[in-house]
């Protein structure tokens, strides 16, 4: 059984872009033609590391063996990883908007009008069951990053799904599968499916074939060509780019499972940085915005330029973000893994905490088979 740091380096760098990516969307259209603002238009393409992160769930579940003990003690599983990080954070975003006026206001289109109201009942319950998703009313609200977290929960229960058949047809058969499936909602709640993103389903798929496609019954070589295109064909815009994005990312995974992938790549995702960041990088994900939409708020009030305030957010503001996941993951989402990966970040987090000496800890999550 071979672990691999690098699957902790691509989910510490994929959670970096989505900060930086919502500090300068805090900024970048009030002020598009600032100069400082427009020097960081490469900051404007968060949406597509989520699509990263589908894969790499995919192909991180998919690597080890998710359906030992059934799928009940699967779900279990992913409830146990996945669950008392999320709650404790909806619950501490909630506290911040009641105690803070600054994140009651209305006024601002990148917060009050994505995650206010906050309080109202049906927005509460259909984050306590994960579908605030499916309604482009509740799907923003309290802390608006959280929809992908509905998304990937509901995805996990396609999973046995896709494994049945891709041991029975092959592995192409089921990607389709799951593509079909995401995709079904397009054509018929196009307002829900473009907050929901169904089609990461696909993509959740695309990761899994890449970590052990190679191991099973190829399907028949027509399958995928077609049914792939077709799926694309009935969608809109965004899936077919989230598509792209989740196939060029499956497909270097399974460089990195076949042992064939570019050292160029590998050596940075592999560093001790994006390591370290990867063992927190779901704290990091769900505590960040409100912080960031809190700060945004007090510079705005404070009279300060748009270039400035984008700089403070990029590079303070950041910091005290990266600090306060470190925090929750210490409280909220550490005392929840698995015994074996609980050791395996807290030697991670250690390497940041001794100056990055020693060797780099590889990945506590999951393993690539032979």
């Keep these: ?3 691999i740091a690098l699957l902790d380096g691509m989910r510490g760098l994929a959670a970096l872009y989505v900060v930086l990516h919502h500090a300068y969307f805090q900024v970048s259209e009030s002020a598009p033609k600032e100069w400082l603002v427009g020097r960081f238009a490469w900051l404007a393409f968060g949406h597509y590391a989520v699509a990263v992160f589908i894969v790499l769930s995919g192909f991180s579940l998919a690597a080890g063996d998710p359906m030992r003990g059934g799928f009940w003690a699967y779900v279990r599983r992913r409830a146990r990883r996945i669950l008392p990080p999320y709650y404790v954070a909806l619950g501490l975003s909630l506290l911040l908007i009641w105690l803070v006026p600054a ?3 209305r006024d601002d289109p990148r917060w009050g009008e994505m995650a206010l109201p906050a ?4 927005t509460l319950v259909a984050h306590a069951f994960l579908i605030h998703n499916v309604r482009s009313s509740w799907c923003h609200r309290i802390d608006p990053p959280m929809w992908s977290v509905g998304t990937e929960w509901q995805i996990y229960f396609l999973l046995p799904a896709i494994l049945w058949v891709s041991r029975r047809w092959g592995m ?7 593509f079909v499936l995401g995709l079904a ?4 709640r196009q307002a829900a499916s473009d907050c929901a993103c169904p089609w990461y389903a696909g993509l959740f798929a695309l990761g899994a074939a890449a970590a052990i496609g190679r191991h099973w019954r190829p399907s028949p070589r027509w399958l995928l060509p077609l049914a792939l295109p077709l799926c694309l064909f009935l969608a809109d815009g965004l899936a077919v780019v989230d598509a792209l994005v989740g ?4 497909a270097f995974l399974a460089q990195v499972a076949a042992g064939r992938a570019p050292a160029w790549l590998v050596t940075p995702l592999e560093s001790r940085p994006a390591v370290v960041l990867g063992a927190f990088s779901y704290s990091l994900y769900l505590t ?3 912080l960031q939409a809190w700060a945004s708020a007090t510079l705005v009030r404070l009279g300060l330029s748009p270039d400035v305030r984008l700089l403070i957010l990029l590079g303070p503001v950041t910091l005290v973000c990266l600090a306060v996941a470190y925090g929750f993951h210490l409280v909220a989402e550490r005392p929840f893994m698995s015994g074996h990966a ?7 987090i250690g390497d940041l905490e001794s100056g990055f000496t020693g060797s780099v800890p590889v990945s506590g999550f999951h393993a690539l088979p032979g």
């Design 103 to 105: 994140l009651q206001s």
């Design 342 to 348: 609980r050791r395996l970040a807290q030697a991670e």
């Design 185 to 188: 909602p397009v054509q018929f």
């Design 247 to 250: 196939a060029v990312t499956a």
């Design 172 to 178: 192409g058969a089921g990607v389709a599968l799951a």
């Design 288 to 290: 960040h915005y409100p």
């Design 119 to 122: 309080f109202e009942a049906k």
């Design 1 to 3: 059984m071979k672990r």
